[in-house]
Structures are given as structure tokens and as C-alpha cells.
Nanobody
Framework: QVQLVESGGGLVQAGDSLRLSCEAS????????MGWFRQAPGKEREFVAS????????NYAKSVKGRFTISRDNAKNTVHLQMNSLKEEDTAVYYC????????????????WGQGTQVTVSS
């Protein structure tokens, strides 16, 4: 089992950058595929990015590809989401999640979730 705590959210202007972090508890962090999801008001939670256990392979939603970068540090039990060129439509609560299998983009494919961190992008 793993517990996840996100941080780094905030209010920024369009075009700015923000870096989210997710710290995991437990000794088995490196055994999980890690992902980031987001949920805007009135919308379903959607996949943003994921990274393999060793960090060698990543996957991104089309809406963020080229602007967001996911990375992880297994020695520190952390996963990050670097968000550049932020847009108003990136406004959402961002969630960190852990999965036992690579390739999952659905919410149901992830077993553990953090509490979320709010990102608000103003024009």
C-alpha cells in the first residue's frame, strides 16, 4: 500500500509555469507506475501523464504534450509534474495516483490516490 500527498498547486497567470510534487510513503514506491490526473469543475477526472517504474518511459494526454513533463525520483519517493505555458483550461484539481500496471489512462486503472492540489490559471 502507498499513501500519496500532493503539493505545489497555486494561482498563476496564463503562460506561467508551475511544478507539482507528490510524495509517497512506504518502501514500495518504485514498484508502482505513477500518474497525474486532473478534474475541472463540472467535468470528469482525466488522465494527464504517467511514468514507468524506472522513469524511462512516459505518456501524456494530447492536451498537455509538449508543455508538461512528468518525472520521478525513486530515492526520494517523489513524482513531479512540471507544467509550462499554462492555459486557463489547465485549471483543475490535480491528483497523483499509483498503478500496478503500465499503460493505464483510466481512473479505474489506478489503485491509490492523493487528496489533490488546486491549480488555477488566470488570463
Amino acid at each position: 500500500q502507498v499513501q500519496l500527498v500532493e503539493s505545489g498547486g497555486g494561482l498563476v497567470q496564463a503562460g506561467d509555469s508551475l511544478r507539482l510534487s507528490c510524495e509517497a510513503s512506504g518502501r514500495t514506491f518504485s514498484s508502482y507506475v505513477m500518474g497525474w490526473f486532473r478534474q475541472a469543475p463540472g467535468k470528469e477526472r482525466e488522465f494527464v501523464a504517467s511514468i514507468t517504474r524506472g522513469g524511462s518511459t512516459t505518456n501524456y494526454a494530447k492536451s498537455v504534450k509538449g508543455r508538461f513533463t512528468i518525472s520521478r525520483d525513486n530515492a526520494k519517493n517523489t513524482v513531479h509534474l512540471q507544467m509550462n505555458s499554462l492555459k486557463e483550461e489547465d485549471t483543475a484539481v490535480y491528483y497523483c495516483a499509483a498503478s500496478t500496471r503500465w499503460g493505464r489512462v483510466a481512473v479505474a486503472g489506478y489503485d491509490y490516490w492523493g487528496q489533490g492540489t488546486q491549480v488555477t490559471v488566470s488570463s
